[in-house]
DNA sequence: GTTCGTGTTCCACTAGGCGGAACAGATGCC
DNA sequence: GGCATCTGTTCCGCCTAGTGGAACACGAAC
């Protein structure tokens, strides 16, 4: 129960550099520290490949030391590149983005993503947490959890566009429908502009461990396409993927 | 200079949990750190994210929190997005493996790597350090950095295989090899059974910040094909990528 | 030149981390 | 069954190691 204090301190003099690289002085207010121990928190933190400084005496930013870490973390890195032929499979079938995300607390955490090249791009959310109930990704998710849909509508509902779903009802309702026909699709309802679709990928013993979706621009995503046709396509991509 | 003694031990036990999920008993073995010490460390990082238990009570494996701050490290990540659809069309021509990784003192850091669909394929090095010595990734970067060739000289040359060069005379020769064709080639000089090229990526200035390789089963990569040929290829890819 | 900004270093103080030992479970072996 | 031996966690007195205000060193801007 008991934390280390300086631990806690140099994870989020870290959290607070993931917002973009900074000096000193900036991240001591941020965390409200004095300037001194941020400045020991860092030339640690260096030395141990965890950040890096832009210019010498200058700002820092996030060093490639956590790359290496981060390799090592379960089921994110080894998941991904059992995804990547499905996600290039999607690609493929829509012309879309499509990526994988894992359900994380209440939030889905994006581990990768492959973009087909083409001129319109949707950004790259990897490394992100979006809330469950904003995204298809979560529906999917929520959808076989009743505990956790519960643990969710227990607390304020984030709006992220006009058409987010954030009363309670409705969104059960919603959830009915996605179990039903195993995928979910969602209409500007994380991002103006942004649809998407997305299918659970199950465990073994039938657990969902993962989200397949894909995304693209609303102005022809998925357009005069069938989304059921859509939907059963990613839905049966994600059943391909076996792990744990 | 001074270092704050608890973060450096929790990053001792981070790179611990790299090698795989373990216990308390063990990781305290390996940090040469007493039990309560570690397990104290482990319960802070736990509550930060950076670590979690596989099962309430037993091992501890590297955490997902840790995906969120590496997803901010840059080049790496940004590199990473950019890359890829490179990395596509190599694996389209070569019908091998593809890959990203950027110079770190004296090693390649490896950041990414797209593999086709195939039965027999190479693994994925990942968030993983190679001496440049002993890849051709390294070679492109070498070559185009007299000033860190020497500094790599000054030390022993680890062997990976016997075909490992390892001493200076020959590196040397090679890097000029390399400098002048654009692309390095080796034959299994990293790991038995296998072959790889690369080339450089370089930034507007002209400095090598990246490299992307090709790599592939010695039974069947390059085969019969033209070397210089697919090196020119990679060369041309590496090309495209403007970054920084 | 002065002034303001940056990041770094100093050092007396004491809060915070340390670690040996005791504890609570789980598993294995006879 | 019960004893032995693992596991990870908690306790608590000792004292080191981290803290943070202030002073410092450097650079840029005026």
Redo the contacts between chains.
Sequence with gaps: ????Q???R??SV??S????PAGVTDIAERVHLPKSTVS??L???E??G?VEQVSAGGEY????G?????????P??SLV?VA??QL?ELNRFTGEAAGVS?P?GTEM?Y?D???P?SELQVR?W????IPMHAVPSGHVVLANDRELLDRVLATPLKRFTPHTVVKAAPLRERMNMVRAEGYAWAFEEFADGMNSVAAAVRNDSGRVIAALHVYGPASRFPGTSDTAEIGEFVLATAQKIRID
């Design positions: 129960m008991s934390t280390v300086s631990i806690d140099a994870f870290l959290r550099l993931t917002a973009g020991r928190l030339s640690t933190l030395e141990l965890a930013r996030i060093g490639l956590m790359l290496e870490l981060a390799a090592a973390a379960r994110g890195r590149s990547r032929p290039a894992i994380d955490l581990l993503q492959l973009t090249d790259d990897t490394g992100h947490r």
